[in-house]
């Protein structure tokens, strides 16, 4: 794991969803409440990339079945059991950075 940035903090603005690339890894980030939050961006179900469906009432919404997921805590809304997986996420010197 490493600390890398990956978004400059204009670049996510509140109610905002934004896919990046951490390392080799694929993110999507979204901004709710104020809070910055990271996840993978592969979605428990089947593996589709989360950030390219919906972001709306801090839900992310995956494109290919519609499971939502909610920003805060990246918990599926059916199951709080099922997540998205969970990345740290500091914000320093302008810039979101993500340890991947
Ligand atoms: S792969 Fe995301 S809802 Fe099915």
């Known amino acids: 794991m490493a600390w890398t940035p990956v978004l400059r903090e204009e670049e ?11 390392g080799w890894r694929r993110i999507v ?10 996840y993978e961006d592969r979605c428990p179900h089947a593996g589709g990339p989360v950030s390219q469906g919906n972001f709306t009432e801090g839900r992310l919404i995956c494109p290919w079945h519609a499971w939502e997921f909610l920003c ?22 302008g810039r979101i950075w993500v340890d991947a």
């Open 29 to 38: 980030l979204c901004r709710h409440r104020g809070a910055v939050h990271a």
């Open 12 to 22: 996510l603005p509140e109610g905002a969803m934004a896919p990046a690339q951490a």
């Open 72 to 93: 805060d805590t990246g918990a599926w809304d059916s199951n709080p059991a099922v997540a998205l997986r969970r990345l740290p996420v500091r914000i320093r010197l």
